[in-house]
């Protein structure tokens, strides 16, 4: 009893999940919008669905809602098949992304709306509804209606009103889409903390990969219907298993050339008249075959000299500086023309930028700080 | 100087149209009838100066409007328009609901052909129309031709000449007033809300009844004094497809100054029409108002 025990019922073996995918498939006449997708979330998960537009990621959480059926496949809640249940009588509530909220109802009565469809006592639909402004801090406004409060007033009250019936599963589509930047860093957290709290299961449907990691225990990527790696934060940001995650996840460099395996190694010819690159791996690749290395731009050091054994160095010339406060991108131009970011973090106020255009640089990192893949 | 202009435009149009007009049969409904030309006394004479002023506004009383309040026959007839255009404006929210619902639900590349097809029939005048249903409802009419062509009847129903066929008539010409603001009202709601109602607990009727209703309120209301209001002092439609039975203000008007031409007090009864309909103007433009604030 040292630490406490890591949230992480997908590693159990008999871990019952709360929603079980069985080759989910969605066809819009020709178009295939979710592609065989089995997916297991577990209870008390913060679970994100992240990709770009029209990779499927709504349609998936539609149907889990009920407005959509599947064309082919299963979807078991708690076990049982959720086929043919209409919204209205499944245990799951959505946060729409444009909040539909009941515009001639008050504060209150839209939070407090399904609780009456129940029959609930009146007693017990205030204490609960009353319990739920709390929670997202919106005592205040019991009487307002929703064109007479703040966007950010309005996405509570959509997260109160979903929250109020205490359901199995909140799906939460693009809940933060309309906040502007800071308000929404604000909301991750106390989303997340509203999670915990209640110990409700959320799905998270965004294009926000930043937001994803944040509030997520578990992300999956999404690409033209499919799931592409489903994995924990860290898992999805430092093992990558496809330069698709591997780009569409923070910023990457990507070389791509022809391996040579070693004991433990990889080494990749990448480029004419370069070194080949060599990066530590666990993959057993034949000779020859093409592979890629994926090297985050924070694991890339830069120097005015040649460093002296690193086992990656190449040289090349500074194109472009992005100075973003907190750390400096640099852009710096390899011989045959690829570019290779490298970023620094500004750790010293006063301190000069070290390098500036057209300087010529060293890049340098070592084995472990980029990923072999195959595709 | 050129806002001046704009501001007094619509001011000078309504003393033009409104207000003088107004005013000339106030006069008239003041006065006496007389066997000249214009069949009323007292006539204003300038020329006499104060004199004739003041004479004639001696001659001005209230006689015909207290002759109103005597004879049954007008606030009988008052009665029956107020009823008759109500009953219409139920009937035509009845039929012009689900029209305008089922448009502002139609895929969105039909929207502009059914809005087309409600608005189509303005481009016949309202007359012709009218006179073609005394051709549907008459004893040989179509209708009763092909009910008993279809062996539904065997003897022709009379329709024309009663209050049916005014029914018909008014909501048949106005239905388009009641179909356009619902429709405007549902076009512009949300459809996420009704899924978010379902996703809440509601059955699909619930959804209607609790959100969708709702919101189209202002429509509702819009549309009903659309057609409430005109439909109180009709007088074309009772008096095509209406018979003797039936009673409507605007008819009694018009044979007030045509049949009788007494002027001052078919002028009367036009005056006391006018206030009538001047509680539902003001509810309607409060109404309005507030859906103008709302959707600001």
């Not at chain 1, 999940?17 to 592609?35: E, N, Q, S, W, Y």
């Not at chain 1, 480029?271 to 020859?288: D, M, N, S, V």
């Not at chain 2, 006499?48 to 026959?73: C, H, K, Q, Y």
């Not at chain 2, 051709?135 to 129903?157: A, F």
Request: proline letters at 6%; one cysteine or more.
């Amino acid at each position: 009893m040292s630490e406490p025990a890591r949230f992480a019922p997908w590693e159990d073996p008999d871990a019952k999940p709360l929603i079980r995918f069985r080759g989910v498939t969605k066809r819009f006449g020709t178009f295939t919008a979710i592609d065989g997708i089995d997916l297991d979330i577990f209870e008390s998960e913060f679970f994100a669905l992240l990709g770009p537009s029209g990779c499927g990621k709504t349609t998936l959480m539609r149907i889990l809602a009920g407005f959509e059926d599947p064309t082919e496949g299963s979807i078991l809640l708690d076990g049982n098949d959720l086929a043919g249940a209409p919204p209205n009588k499944r245990s799951t509530n959505m946060m729409f992304q444009s909040y539909a909220l009941f515009p001639h109802l008050s504060v209150f009565d839209n939070i407090a709306f399904g609780l009456r469809r129940d029959r609930l006592p009146a007693g017990e639909v205030r204490a609960r509804t009353e319990e739920m402004m709390a929670l997202v801090k919106l005592q205040d406004l019991t009487d307002r209606r929703p064109h007479q409060i703040s966007g950010g007033q309005r996405q509570r009250v959509a997260l109160a009103r979903a929250l109020a019936k205490a359901p199995r599963l909140l799906l939460l589509d693009e809940p933060l889409g309309a906040l502007d930047k800071k308000l929404r860093r604000e909301t991750q957290f106390e989303l997340m903390d509203i999670q915990e709290r209640t110990g409700t299961t959320f799905v998270i449907v965004t294009h926000d990969q930043e937001e994803a990691m944040t509030v997520a225990t578990r992300v999956a990527v999404m690409d033209h219907g499919r799931i592409a790696q489903v994995a924990d934060p860290t898992g999805i940001y430092e093992a990558p298993n496809s330069t698709y995650v591997a780009d569409f996840i923070g910023d990457v460099n990507i070389m791509k050339g022809r391996a040579t395996p070693a004991d433990g190694t990889v080494s990749i010819e990448w480029a004419e008249g370069q070194p080949a690159l060599r990066c530590a791996t666990e993959l057993r690749l034949e000779k020859g075959v093409t592979a890629f290395i994926a090297i985050r731009p924070e694991k890339v050091s830069i120097s005015s000299r040649r460093p002296g054994n690193s086992p990656n160095a190449v040289a090349g010339r500074v194109l472009d500086i992005a100075y973003l406060g907190n750390v400096s991108t640099y852009h710096v131009e390899i011989a045959g023309g690829q570019v290779i970011k490298a970023q620094t973090a500004n750790t010293d106020r006063v301190a000069r930028q070290e390098f500036t255009w057209e300087e010529n640089v060293w890049l340098y990192w070592s084995e472990t700080a980029g990923i072999v893949l195959e595709r | 100087m050129r806002r001046l202009l704009i501001v007094a435009i619509p001011y000078l149009w309504l003393l033009a149209f409104f207000l003088v007009p107004f005013v000339i049969v106030l006069k008239i409904s003041l006065s006496d009838t007389a066997l000249a030309r214009p069949p009323y006394f007292p006539q204003l004479d300038l020329y006499a100066g104060w004199t004739g002023v003041r004479d004639f506004l001696s001659g001005l009383d209230l006689e015909n409007f207290a002759f109103l309040a005597t004879d049954a026959l007008y606030w009988k007839a008052y009665l029956s328009s107020l009823r008759i255009a109500a009953v219409s404006t139920l009937i035509a929210l009845l039929v012009g609901y689900p029209i305008a619902y089922a448009m502002a639900r139609a895929n969105q590349s039909w929207r502009p052909t059914l809005l087309m097809l409600v608005i189509l029939p303005f481009w016949i005048s309202f007359l012709i129309r009218v006179y073609s249903w005394m051709g549907i409802l008459g004893q040989e009419g179509y209708l009763n031709q092909l009910l008993i062509g279809v062996g539904i009847i065997s003897d022709p129903l009379t329709i024309l000449n009663t209050n049916v066929a005014v029914y018909i008539g008014i909501v048949y010409t106005y239905l388009p007033f009641m179909v356009l603001p619902i429709y405007a009202s549902l076009g512009r709601m949300d459809e996420s809300l009704l899924e978010a109602a379902e996703d809440l607990g509601c059955s699909r009727f619930q959804a209607f009844r609790l959100v969708t209703l709702p919101l189209s309120r202002p429509g509702i209301i819009a549309g009903c004094f659309l057609v409430f209001i005109p439909a109180i002092g009709e007088f074309v439609i009772p008096s095509l497809l209406g018979g003797s039975g039936t009673l409507m203000i605007g008819k009694v008007l018009w044979e007030e100054f045509f049949s009788n031409r007494d002027w001052p007090v078919a002028s009367a009864v036009a005056i006391v029409l006018l206030l009538i309909l001047i509680v539902p103007i003001i509810i309607f433009q409060r109404n309005e108002q507030r859906r103008q604030e709302a959707e600001s």
